[in-house]
């Protein structure tokens, strides 16, 4: 599985995010922002924002709302075997872990990361959830549980990357100063993290 993992929206790698992108069609997941409190109607302007951005790139995207496949794990992965490519926004990642869980998305990834013709891509909170723990990460993420099947906060990453992915550091973004008290934490603990700023990307082919 190849990684585009931006700090912030579709970040200033756009070129080579489309040389990643096997079929020409991706899947945006908006399910980090169904935290509890959410507002429907700047929830929609968002994902249609994301949307139109990789539009803009000539994709076809599809909405994939987890939501839609809690208890469908055959369904989804036909789906993602169909698009060969996901863009995740950013959010909060305690949610977005419980619904990757949910979706058993979490077990599909895992099945589809060791080929190369599937993409990981997205912001922020998808960046995220990819570290081996989310211990530390509710000093910027509200600890929340919105999805009546699982009340129950998941500590445990995705474990494909060995670091913590750090967004919006040194940014002009709400976050940024939590994200230094994150790298204190990380520092603390002797966890490793990469740390970039809002437009920068990590590419891991």
Known sequence: MKYYLSSYEIGNETEKL????????????????????????????RNEKDMGSLRELG????????CDYFGKR???KNKLEELGAIFISGGNVFVLRQ????SAL???????RDRNDFLYAGYSAAGCVLAPSLKGMDIVDPLDTPYD?????????LGFVDFRFMP?????????AGIEKEI????????PYQAIRDGEVIIIE
């Open 184 to 191: 204190a934490y990380c520092k603390e603990n002797n966890i």
């Open 106 to 112: 979490d077990e599909i990834l895992e099945e589809l």
């Open 74 to 76: 055959n369904k989804l």
């Open 99 to 102: 619904a990757m869980k949910l």
């Open 59 to 66: 994709l076809e995207v599809e909405m994939i709302n987890l």
């Open 149 to 157: 099947e699982q009340k129950e906060i998941l500590w445990d990453g």
């Open 18 to 45: 489309k040389t990643l992108i096997p079929k020409g069609k991706i899947g945006y997941i908006p399910n980090a922002r169904d935290f509890t409190g959410s507002d429907p109607e700047r929830r929609a302007k």
């Open 168 to 176: 919006h550091w040194d940014s002009n973004h709400p976050e940024s």
